[in-house]
């Protein structure tokens, strides 16, 4: 009786363990707290070799989705694939996309967006200061600016409902 009960109890301790292990694997993330703020401008190189200025010469006062990422993240993936069936969306409603892939080579980057057939550049924030003055913390990180560069909002999924947000 006695050993049953200490099997039970064992069991139980890893149990509660397990849940404690779970729940913190799956925990929420912060999104960056930006909102209201003016979007960072940045200069970073793409995958492609040409080099991004994101304000100056890429957001011309157009609402833009900035999209962190990196090839080895399942949930970035994931995301991807949605961006990749909502381009028409985005174009159709004068949105631009950026992608920003943290801490890759570009050759890496280049061949996984050439194995989802996604035709889209991707800047490399190889060191992370972009990342940083967005405060992303977790990937993926999805940063929408409005069409005067005002962070808007952020967060890691790709609303359904874009319009939404922008009208903040």
């Known amino acids: 009786m006695n050993k049953i009960r200490v099997i039970m109890f064992v069991s139980l301790m890893f149990f509660f363990a397990g849940i404690k292990i779970v729940s913190a694997q799956f925990s929420p ?97 190889q060191d992370n200061k972009v990342a940083d003055a967005y405060e992303v913390v977790g990937i993926p990180t999805f940063v929408f600016i409005d069409e005067n560069g005002v962070v808007k909002e952020a967060g890691h999924e790709l609303p359904d409902n874009l319009d939404e947000i922008f009208k903040k």
């Not at 833009?64 to 174009?91: M, S, Y």
Request: net charge neutral; hydrophobic share 35%; with cysteine.
């Open 29 to 125: 993330f912060e999104a960056p707290t930006m909102a209201g703020e003016k979007a960072k401008d940045f200069s970073l190189p793409t995958y492609k070799g040409s080099t991004l200025n994101f304000n100056e010469s890429f957001r011309k006062g157009k609402k833009t989705v900035v999209f962190f990422w990196t090839t080895w993240c399942p949930h970035c993936q994931d995301a991807l694939k949605n961006l990749q069936g909502r381009l028409g969306e985005l174009e159709k409603n004068n949105i631009q996309l950026v992608l920003v892939d943290l801490g890759e080579k570009g050759d890496m980057v280049k061949e996984y967006l050439t194995k989802v057939h996604l035709n889209a550049d991707s800047a490399l924030d």
